[in-house]
């Protein structure tokens, strides 16, 4: 079973830049990240799927954000860009997806990572 350790979270202003790593046991065919704000729903934000490393956007955040991933490593990437107030949540790392056409549905994998805090102020 793989594991998952997020890290890079951080408090930025807006406009800042801040770069999420999951280091990961094994890498999966499908994996991605996910927010979630206390009292709401998990979000899909980024999802990388496939051998040929398709990736996929919540359209809050295209543009701004871009997911990555260095298989010699174990490890993915997102590097956040132009942030915004809105975009404050603690931020979940998954892998072992099994549906890759919902890459950004929380219920397509199979392990998460324990998060890591972003906060962005004005």
């Known amino acids: 079973q793989v594991h998952l350790v997020e890290s890079g979270g951080g408090s930025v202003q807006a406009g800042g830049s801040l770069r999420l790593s999951c280091a990961a046991s094994?890498?999966?065919?499908?994996m991605g990240w996910f927010r979630q704000a206390p009292g709401k729903e998990r979000e899909g934000v980024a999802a990388i799927v496939g051998p040929g490393h398709s990736t996929y956007y919540a359209d809050s955040v295209k543009g701004r954000f871009t997911i990555s991933q260095a298989n010699d490593k174990n490890t993915m990437y997102m590097q956040m860009n132009s942030l915004k107030p809105e975009d404050t949540d603690m931020y979940y790392c998954?892998?072992?997806?099994?549906?890759?056409?919902?890459?950004?549905?929380?219920?397509?994998?199979?392990?998460w990572g324990r998060g890591t805090q972003v906060t962005v102020s004005t």
């Open positions: 094994y890498m999966s065919n499908c």
């Open positions: 998954a892998a072992e997806g099994w549906k890759w056409y919902e890459s950004l549905r929380s219920y397509t994998y199979n392990n």
